[in-house]
Each structure stands twice: as C-alpha cells, then as structure tokens.
C-alpha cells in the first residue's frame, strides 16, 4: 500500500542520512589537525637520507591529499546519489498523490455519471408514467365524476339519518327530564316498582291521552306517576316536523331507582 | 447522728397518729399536712399538698357515691366511704340500710333503670363482703327518673349517678 | 332535484321506520329520577256560614298540620291560589293545574244546631278532574278537631293507599313542679297533642306506658311503691291491676301482637333479664340468661321475634331473639349504643335511640340491609315509637330547656313538635288503629 512504501522511503532515507552523518562526523572528527611541517634544517649531514625522508614525506603528504580529495568527492557523490534518491522518492509521492486524485476525480465523475444516468431513467420513467396516466385518465374521468356524485349522495343521505338520530335522542332526553322534574315521589314506592303509562301526543306536545298499561301495584304510584305526565304537558318535540309521527305514541316506564 | 434519730421518731410517731386518726375523736381530720412536708425533707414551705384523711364520722355523714358514666365500678374516694358505712352497719346489727341506684339522663330510661340497679348492687356486694348480711339490706333503682341536678350538663349528670345510703 | 329530495325522504323514513322496528313497535322512554317530596296539594280554608257564627275549630287548619306533619304532604301556599272555591260548582281545574297542585281540598263548616255544626269536604283530582271523596258530618263543637282528624285520614287514605294515623292517640307521661316536688301525670292526647286526658296521676314517677293491641289498656311502671313495679290499667274506666311487682325491677311492658301475653324485664334473678308473661295465667317464661342488662323487649308484628337491648357485648346493642328465647343475634352495629327498639307495622324497619359521643338520637334501622339512618340532629332524644302505619315516628327529646314530644316522618324529611304541654312531657306510647276513648 502506499502509505507503507512511503514509510519504508522514509525510514531509508532517515537512516542514509544517519549514516552519512555518521561518516561525516566521523571524517570531521578523525581529520588530523595540519601540522606545520618542520623543515628540520638539515645539515649537511646525510641529505640523502634526509632528502628521501623529505621526498618520502612530500608522497606521503601528496598521497594524503589524493586521500582526502578522493573522500571528499566521494562523500560529494554519496550526498548526491541521497539527494536524488530523495528527490526521486519525492517526484515517486508526488506522481502518487496526483494519481491518487486522479483516481478520486475519476470515480466521483463515474458516480456523477452513474447518479445522472439513473436520475434520467427516473425521470424518464416517471414522464412515461405520468404519460401513460393521462392517457389513462382522460378515460377515466367521466367514471370517476359519476363516482364522486354517487358517494356525496350517500353521505349525505347518512348525515341526515345520523342528524335524525341525534335529534329523537335528543328529545328523548328532553322529554325524560322534564316529567322526572314534574314527578313527585312521596313516601310509599320500593325499587323494583314499576308502572307503564302509553301517551299520546298532539302535534303540539300537549298530552291528549295518558293512562295506565301496566300498573305498579300501588295506586297512589300510579297517580304519582299520571300526574307527572300531565304536569310536565306539552312535552318537548323535534324540530322537524316529520319526525313528530315518532312521538305520537310513546310509553314511559316509571321504575325509580335510589333510596326508597 | 442524733437528727437521723430524731426524724426516725417523727416518722414513727406521724404513722402511729395517722392510724389512729379517726378512732375515738369527732374531730376533723388529722392535718398531714406538715408531716408530709418532714418527711419528705424539703422543708421549703411550698408544693407538697397532702390529703386531708378524713374522719370516719365524715365519711358516714356523705350518703351518696358517685360513678363514672355507663360504670358501676367504685373508685378508691367512694370505695371509703362504702368501707365507713359497712363498719358502721357492722357495730350496729340491728339497723337496715336502703342502697338506692340512679343514673343521668342520657340513654334510655328502661336501660338506666337497670344501671342504677347495678350500681345499687355492687354497693351492696361491698358491704355484703364486709360483712353484713343480706336480709338488712335493700336496693332500688329509680333509674333517671329522679335527678338531684336538673341542668342538661355534664356537671348536673356527674351528681346525678349515684347510689343513695338510706337509713 | 325535488325528485332526489323526495328520494332521500322516503329513503330516511324507510331507514327511520327500520330503526324503529328494531327497537320496539313504540317508543319506550324510561323514567328513574323524580323529584321526593309531599304530594302537592291545594287546601282551600274552608267556607262558613256567616261571619257572626264562627266555628271553634279551624277545620281547614288542622287538615293542614295532619297532611304536612305526616310528610307525605306538600300543602300548597295560599297566596298563590287563582280561585278559592267552597263548593263544588265553583271549582275549575285549570286554576288548579297552573299551581301544579295534584289534589284539591274544599269544604266548609255551618252551625245547623245550638253547638252543633255541619262540617262538609270535598276532595278532587286535578290531572283527572274527579272528585275523589267527599263527606258530610254533623258534630257537636268539641267534637270538631277530631272531624278534621277523620277528613285528613280519609284524604291521606284517597292519595296514598295508606291508613291514616291522624285518628289515633298517643299516651305519654308528664312532670310538673308541685311546690318542692314533683307530680307525674299518665295522659292520652289526640295525634297532635291536643285535647289532653289524664288517667293517673303520682307523686312518684312513671315510666314505659304500653298500649294492648286493641286499644283498651295501657301498661306502665309506677314508682308509687317506692319501686318500679308493673300496672296494667283499663283506659275507658280507669281499672287497674298490679302485673308485676317482683323483687328488683319489674319494668319494660311489651305487648304480644296477639294481646295475650307480655314480655317484660325482672331482675328478681339477680340481674335484668327478659320474661314473658301469659295474661290468661299470669304464667312466666325466662327468655335471657345472661349476667349482662337484658331489657326493652319489643315484639315483631308476627309475634316470632323479639328485639330487646342488651350490654353483653360491653355496650348497649339491639339484638333479636325467638319468642322462645332462641336463636338470639345482634342486629347493630354501627354507633356506641344502640337501644329501645320497637318494630314497624310491616317488620322491615326499627326504630330505636342510636347514641354516639354523647348524643342520642332517633334512628331508623332498616332490618334488610342493616342500614342504620339517624332521624335527628338533637342529642336528647328518648323512645321512639312507629306510628301504626309505620309513616311517622314519635319520640320524646328537649326543646328550650324542657322535655316535648315531636314526631318525624320516616324518610326523616319533616320534623314537628307536638303541641307543648305544661312541664316535662316524656314516655310518648302510639296507640294502634284501633283505640278507646277514656271517658272523664
């Protein structure tokens, strides 16, 4: 992977440049200081001798400097070679990355593509779709006008069965309270008692007839109970006419509930 | 030394006089409250009231015991004065006694009829124990029916449970 | 359009008409609440004859008290009558119905005769618009109170099925002062309190007066012995006789429904317990046996059964017996103290005195659920007894500082006092349907 190559260059590197360091500092540290040659003199003792000392001396000094020169140059061409490793390693990254991104650019402009293309599938499937849809509903339309029709019709048919209901409910109710406002249950009835009076209704709720179809028992209930009836004449009706033939006929079954 | 002595005495000759307290003399009754006050050492002249014992003639004079509501237990004030008349009756076994049972006017007068007769009753059972005999002594009930306090408090009922002693 | 309008008409009444038929053929509504108070009922005052000749009774006045104190009766305020009719022609139902009354009251009262007059009712159904009753009755002027008396029980009767109980009695005890002491009277008044008679009197106390169950005599303790002891005593011409009179305490009369035997409480055993005593013999049955107080018998209306008060459990507490004796149970439980029971005409019902924290009240037991129902709010009260249509109940309490009788309807609704007599007025004893008149 290249993040592993890199690392190993890296490491190379690291260590030539140790290593050159090394040498160097170790050539630094290992060049003798020059010396001043002491011309000694000479005597005219034994020249020759000093002569091939002095001659001997001069090659070695010569070939010390051919020494020195050779290391130079060949730490300069060590140093050079490191250096374009270096820079060669460096162009290696560089030409990495770059290719990297190509890479990256690559596939993001693959992606786009891919995300186009099926962007214009989908859109095209839908314009086929929506096509195939108004052709279709342009057909349909007359059904669907005849449908919608028929389902106001209904619902509204149910409102007013539900309306109806309400309000037979709710004079019901109207009814029940206001003869259990106008009963008055004096001492003498038990639970359980019960008396059936059948009533009938003027259109205006005033109360033509009201008698005893089951009684109680108890003759002084069942009066209570006829007197509540009257008492409470005209009872409440519906608003709506029609619904009065409902109530032209109603039974009220007394049966106290509560403490006797 | 001699002050412990001292005060031995005076105890022994405050009990002795106690005892005696009511025997021969129709006099009051032994003021205790001074010896009270000794023994007990605090001598500061405050606090310590003492109960005045009474004389067994006082407490033959008191013909009526009281009781505490719905209860015809005796309690230790009138337990004496049943335990006087007892000793009484005892000397003189000629004379009869009538116990006469009350109640206050709470509840129901058949119901208090019968509680008046209790209490009548354990009066008797006291003496009977003391050692009079059965055919000297008579109970009656009168129940609520006869008050000695008319108020319709609890002071005028407290009066009105009683047994009366009848001679 | 009308077309569709039409359509959906026929089309609702047809699914009205199915949701009828699935109900029921008619419209049933069912009624549970209503509203618990007297009856309303209109009282007109009644008519005389002239101005110069007025009756020395109120006729219409004291109709009024007897429907109102038996709280089965709402008597109507006269300030809102329309019309105030005395005679049949003059009565017009529509005046009657826009005050809501139920039933309608005329009369009048004539003198016809030196101290003699005509007392005349008429009694309506407004809603039916009938007459119900109507009566005419020729009575001396002494006599009027119990005319009106008899006009409210048979107008009680026409509305609630039910006797009336204006026509009874009631038997009760009196105190006054007499100088330093006391005197006890034994009396017989009218319902109301009115028109008091004495039939003994004492310088010692009386107590539990009982009435047999025909009317003629009464039961009472007397203390005139200087101890409770047991008379029976004969109402119309005041005979007596000493029932009982053991040692101890012979107390607390109480009649078999049948008339032939008493049960009553002795302590000639040591402690109160329960007898019964057969008149014919004057034979004696123990029925407790028990250390504890065991007194104030009182017999069901069948005659099986006897509840009587007893302290076995510690306090006071109603318990029920066998009339052998066997089989007892305790029957309250509710309160501190419970005791002087006496049944209802119809058995369902107790009343007796229900005390808690110091207070004693008039309570009402109902025998089927147990349900204790206290009647009054004042803390004296002392033997309740039913009225013979187990309706009212009478009892003795304290008013201003002094012993009065009042009496309550059984629902508790309306409350009354008698009429005040002098001094302390206690032991109040109901007499049944059937009762004598003493004589003086």
Not at chain 1, 140 to 148: A, D, P, S, T, Y
Not at chain 2, 70 to 93: F, G, Q, T
Not at chain 2, 131 to 139: A, L
Not at chain 3, 339 to 345: L, T, V
């Amino acid at each position: 992977m290249p993040g592993g190559r890199k690392a190993i260059v890296y490491a190379v590197l690291v260590h030539l440049a140790l290593l050159a360091l090394v040498v160097v500092g170790f050539r630094w540290q290992t060049k003798p200081a020059v010396a001043p040659t002491k011309v000694v003199q000479a005597q005219a003792v034994n020249d020759a001798e000093t002569q091939k000392e002095i001659e001997r001396r001069k090659k070695q000094e010569r070939e010390r400097e051919q020494q020195e020169t050779k290391q130079k140059r060949e730490q300069e061409e060590r140093e050079r070679k490191a250096a374009d490793v270096k820079r060669r390693q460096e162009q290696a990254k560089i030409t990495e990355q770059k290719r990297k991104e190509e890479d990256k650019r690559k596939a993001a402009e693959a992606e786009k593509k891919r995300k186009d293309e099926t962007r214009q599938t989908e859109v095209k499937k839908k314009k086929d779709t929506e096509e195939r849809r108004k052709s279709a509903e342009s057909g349909l339309k007359e059904q669907l006008v005849r449908e919608e029709k028929e389902r106001t019709e209904a619902k509204a048919k149910a409102e007013q069965t539900a309306r109806a209901q309400s309000e037979l409910a709710r004079v019901e109710g109207l009814i029940r309270q206001k003869v259990e406002r106008n009963w008055v249950r004096s001492a003498g009835w038990t639970k359980g008692m019960e008396c059936v009076v059948r009533v009938r209704l003027a259109p205006t709720g005033e109360v033509i007839t009201a008698t005893v179809a089951r009684p109680s028992g108890s003759p002084a209930f069942d009066r209570s109970v006829e007197n509540a009836v009257y008492k409470a004449s005209p009872l409440p009706l519906p608003e709506d006419k029609d619904l009065f033939e409902h109530f032209r006929e109603l039974e009220l079954r007394f049966r106290p509930e509560g403490q006797t | 030394m001699y002050k412990k002595i001292l005060l031995t005495l005076l105890g022994i000759a405050a009990l002795s006089l106690s005892a005696c307290g009511g025997s021969e003399s129709t006099k009051p009754a032994v003021d205790d409250k001074s010896v009270g006050a000794d023994a007990a050492g605090t001598g500061t002249g405050t606090g310590v009231s003492g109960k005045a014992l009474e004389g067994k003639a006082d407490l033959l004079a008191k013909r009526r015991v009281y009781f505490a509501f719905d209860s015809s237990a005796v309690d230790e004030e009138n337990r004496a004065i049943i335990e006087a008349h007892a000793a009484y009756l005892a000397a003189n076994k000629n004379v009869k006694v009538v116990f006469e049972g009350h109640a206050d006017e709470r509840g129901t007068r058949e119901y208090n009829l019968a509680l008046g007769e209790r209490r009548a009753q354990a009066v008797e059972r006291m003496v009977k124990a003391l050692g009079v005999t059965k055919d000297r002594i008579k109970t009656v009930s009168y129940g609520e029916e006869k008050p000695v306090a008319m108020d319709h408090n609890e002071a005028a009922w407290a009066l009105n449970r009683r047994v009366e002693i009848i001679y | 359009m009308k077309a569709v309008k039409h359509l959906t008409r026929i089309i609702l009444a047809a699914v009205l008409a199915g949701y009828a038929t699935l109900a029921s053929a008619i419209l049933t509504i069912e009624i549970t609440q209503g509203v618990d108070g007297g009856l309303p009922v209109a009282i007109v005052p009644f008519g005389g004859a002239g101005k110069e000749q007025r009756p020395p009774q109120d006729v219409a006045a004291v109709i009024e008290a007897d429907l109102a104190r038996s709280g089965r009766f709402t008597p109507l305020d006269k300030k809102d009558f329309v019309s105030r009719p005395v005679e049949d022609k003059q009565v017009v139902f529509k005046d009657w119905r826009i005050v809501k009354a139920e039933a309608l009251v005329i009369g009048g009262v004539k003198l016809v005769a030196q101290g003699r007059w005509q007392v005349e009712f008429r009694l309506y159904d407004i809603y039916k618009e009938k007459q119900l009753a109507g009566y005419s009755y020729v009575v001396a002027g002494d006599r009027l109170r119990a005319a009106a008396h008899q006009i409210s029980d048979i107008i009680y009767e026409k509305l609630t099925g039910e006797p009336g109980v204006f026509s009874t009695r009631v038997a009760y005890v009196t105190r006054e002062r007499d100088g330093k002491r006391f005197s006890y009277k034994l009396q017989i008044a009218d319902s109301d309190g009115y028109n008091p008679v004495t039939v003994l009197s004492s310088a010692e106390p009386l107590m539990s007066p009982a009435w047999s169950p025909d009317g003629t005599r009464l039961a009472y303790v007397s203390f005139e012995q200087r101890r409770p002891i047991l008379y029976m005593q004969n109402v119309v011409h005041g005979a007596r006789t000493r029932i009982a009179e053991f040692n101890g305490i012979n107390s607390a009369p109480a009649w078999s429904p049948d008339g032939t035997r008493l049960a009553l409480t002795l302590s000639r055993d040591g402690n109160p317990e329960i007898y019964v005593m057969r008149l014919s013999d004057n034979s004696l049955t123990r029925l407790t046996n028990d250390p504890s107080i065991d007194t104030e018998p009182t017999w069901s209306p069948d005659g099986k059964e006897i509840a009587f008060t007893s302290d076995r459990g510690g306090k006071p507490q109603i318990y029920r017996m066998r009339a052998d004796g066997s089989h007892v149970e305790r029957v309250t439980f509710e309160g501190e103290y419970n005791a002087r029971a006496s049944y209802s005409a119809d058995g369902t019902m107790l009343t007796l005195v229900s005390g808690a924290q110091g207070r004693y009240h008039a309570a009402l037991l109902h025998l089927q659920s147990s349900v204790l129902q206290v009647l009054t709010d004042t803390p004296l009260d002392e033997s309740p007894s039913f009225a013979p249509n187990g309706r009212m109940i009478l009892y003795a309490t304290e008013h201003g500082g002094r012993g009065v009788l009042a009496s309550v309807s059984s629902d508790g609704r309306v409350r009354q006092l008698l009429k005040l007599q002098e001094g302390d007025v206690r032991e109040p004893a109901w007499s049944p349907f059937n009762h004598s008149t003493p004589t003086n």
